[in-house]
């Protein structure tokens, strides 16, 4: 699958050089001149991707753009370049989630190393997401009575427990459970109490009375 880098740098001189360096690596390479420029051609996460933006820009700087960017829910990686290091705004950076923060001039070699890094993050990222979008799906398909056996499943309560709490009987909430572990497609307790993390389940509301 191609490879998109996205480079943003209000230096055209630099634009260009970057940009035939990285389509000699074999990259997929867009440019813009501005911030603004990328959103308003807002990549396509679907495909792997990185940016590599200039810490100061007209306008929006790189830093207020990894800010935006992260309001939209952006996967996409993010590397710093800059012409005068500033400690602050690098760790600043790094503590929002940038991939790296690169010295200019930069070499080659540093480039395509940190652009390697930034697509390994991309892939864990984006495998994690598909994750955790197939985890709520799977507990948007239960039901109000279910999602009640679903909580009080994976806080550990025992079918006695949860009937008490619900005010139904013991077969009732095996039905429950049986169309609980059916629904979001698992075979045991801890396979339940996986999916529950992995969705970043809390429980909803205050706990029952439970005996």
Do not use: W
Not at 132 to 160: C, I, M, S, W, Y
Not at 162 to 168: D, M, R
């Amino acid at each position: 699958m191609l490879k998109f880098v996205h480079v943003v740098d209000d230096d055209c001189a630099f634009r260009t050089a970057v940009e035939r360096r990285l389509k000699l690596a074999g990259y997929e390479v867009a440019t813009y001149a501005s911030a603004e420029q990328l959103l308003d051609r807002f990549p396509d996460e679907s495909k792997p991707g990185c940016i590599l933006v200039d810490v100061r820009l007209p306008g929006m700087s790189g830093r207020e753009l990894q800010a935006r960017l992260d309001e939209l829910g952006s996967s996409l990686p993010i590397i710093f370049l800059t012409g005068r290091p500033d400690i602050q705004t690098t760790v600043q950076a790094i503590k929002a989630g940038a991939e790296d923060f690169l010295i200019k001039p930069v070499s080659s070699d540093d480039l395509l190393r940190a652009i390697d890094r930034a697509f390994a993050r991309y892939e864990v990222t984006r495998a994690q997401k598909h994750k955790l979008d197939a985890a709520h799906t799977r507990l948007a398909a239960l039901t109000p009575r279910e999602r009640q056996v679903f909580d009080l499943v994976v806080q550990g309560k025992v079918n006695k427990q949860i009937a008490y709490a619900l005010g139904c009987t013991e077969r009732t909430i095996k039905a429950h459970r049986q169309q609980v572990m059916v629904k979001t497609q698992v075979q045991s307790l801890a396979e339940l109490v996986a999916l529950a993390e992995r969705a970043g389940y809390r429980p909803d509301g205050p706990s029952l009375h439970l005996p």
